[in-house]
């Protein structure tokens, strides 16, 4: 099996990840609040790229409808704070538990992403805000399926059969990612920031059930999701026009599709830009204020993470519940 580079090129899946953005970048220029959920919807395929058959391009629609019900539910969840935290800490719970099960197959998914998603909902701030990203999310992921199709079909994914983690350290490890994501929405809402679940989204998104792959990568993760909400952030704070994001949203989604095979943590810097831009749609107030609001959130977030990963399994190991680390899913 040949390695794959640190950072892969394709011109190919950069000119499927360009006919991936046009709907975003058309919709960005007359609105960019219906613009940049669409961009979010076809993240999925983007990731993807074309290295696989037509029947595996169709998953894309299972995960953008995933990403658009988790916005969803954060939304309904955003106006009781209370309620929101508690909720995301037993859902981190609930999902790594459903996920030491190889026959869940939505489940990790649902780790890696849902989660992370249901924080972003709590930045929409109310349901009817977060059905309508919802629905543009979902439409797409949709879209970028059809596309998919005029495309030649690559050779099937081989994916190394994931092994079956026992209950109790995937348990431990929905601790670890429930309370890193519930420490940091209880820091937003109790600060009062505008985007409230921005920490407990970074977090989760940095945060992995691997603990030897967030060792040896997990910095690398860290910066790029780091990166991509600086770089979000920066976009924002110059207040564009609409037709400039609409650029933006296309270079993106070309380089993200382009770098899709790369080694290193290169997508998550592309992904987080545009869902954290689709959070700063509107924003009210002074750049320089909210700039370093979701910078510091950002870095909350991460910190929390990766302090999470070594204290949690550290206390499980201290009071005997086993090798809380080797044995999950990889």
């Known amino acids: 099996m040949t390695a794959r580079a640190p950072i892969a090129w394709s011109w190919r899946n950069a000119a499927y990840g360009a006919s991936l953005a046009l709907p975003a970048t058309i919709g960005t220029v007359f609105d960019p609040s219906l613009g940049v959920p669409l961009a979010v919807g076809v993240l999925p395929a983007a990731?993807?790229?074309?290295?696989?058959?037509?029947?595996?391009?169709?998953?894309?629609?299972?995960?953008?409808?995933?990403?658009?019900?988790?916005?969803?539910?954060?939304?309904?969840l955003a106006p009781c704070p209370v309620l929101a935290v508690v909720a995301l800490f037993g859902l981190c719970v609930v999902v790594a538990v459903m996920a030491s099960n190889p026959a869940r197959r939505l489940a990790p998914l649902a780790l890696v992403?849902?989660?992370p998603l249901v924080g972003a909902g709590f930045s929409e701030g109310s349901w009817d805000r977060g059905l309508a990203a919802a629905v543009l999310i979902v439409g797409g992921s949709a879209y970028a399926w059809l596309v998919s199709l005029l495309w030649p079909a690559g050779h099937a994914i081989t994916r190394t059969p994931r092994a079956a983690a026992s209950r109790t350290s995937m348990a431990?490890?929905?601790?670890?990612?429930?309370?890193?994501?519930a420490i940091g929405a209880a820091l937003g809402?109790?600060?009062?920031?505008?985007?409230?679940?921005?920490a407990a989204t970074s977090a989760l998104l940095v945060s992995r059930p691997d603990?030897?792959?967030?060792?040896?990568r997990g910095w690398g993760r860290a910066v790029s999701v780091t990166g991509g909400a600086i770089?979000?952030?920066?976009?924002?704070?110059?207040?564009?026009a609409a037709a400039v994001i609409a650029v933006v949203v296309l270079v993106i989604l070309a380089l993200a599709t382009g770098t899709s095979g790369s080694r290193w943590y290169v997508f998550p810097f592309f992904s987080t830009t545009i869902v954290l831009s689709m959070l700063l749609i509107g924003e009210t107030e002074p750049a320089v204020h909210w700039f370093l609001e979701r910078v510091g959130l950002t870095l909350v977030g991460v910190a929390l993470a990766l302090a999470a990963a070594w204290l949690v399994p550290t206390v499980a190991r201290a009071v005997g519940v086993g090798e809380v680390n080797a044995d999950r899913g990889r």
């Open 47 to 76: 990731a993807l790229g074309l290295r696989s058959t037509r029947r595996e391009r169709a998953m894309v629609v299972v995960v953008g409808a995933l990403a658009g019900f988790s916005i969803f539910l954060g939304a309904v």
């Open 113 to 115: 992403l849902g989660l």
């Open 172 to 181: 431990v490890y929905g601790i670890q990612i429930g309370l890193a994501g």
């Open 189 to 198: 809402f109790a600060w009062g920031a505008d985007h409230p679940g921005w």
């Open 211 to 216: 603990h030897r792959q967030l060792d040896a």
């Open 231 to 240: 770089l979000a952030c920066g976009v924002a704070a110059v207040s564009p």
